[in-house]
């Protein structure tokens, strides 16, 4: 299986609930965090609630 490498590269301060919580889900909670997460259509749907706010990479 395919695996994305997702990092936080913009600040959760002053976002909406519901995107820091996603935010959190993947495990980013500071900027520069990064993880690697599963590429499947859960990962994909939270990467586009906010790819505003971080950087992928396929992993």
Known sequence: ME???VT???SLIG???DQI???????LRKIGD???QPDN????G???KI???IQVEKA
Not at 41 to 44: D, F, I, L, R, Y
């Open 3 to 5: 695996n994305v490498k």
């Open 8 to 10: 936080l590269t913009k």
């Open 15 to 17: 976002r909406k609930d």
């Open 21 to 27: 919580a996603t935010a959190h889900s993947l495990g």
């Open 34 to 36: 990064a993880t690697v």
């Open 41 to 44: 259509a859960p990962t994909q």
């Open 46 to 48: 939270k990467i586009k």
């Open 51 to 53: 790819c505003h706010l």
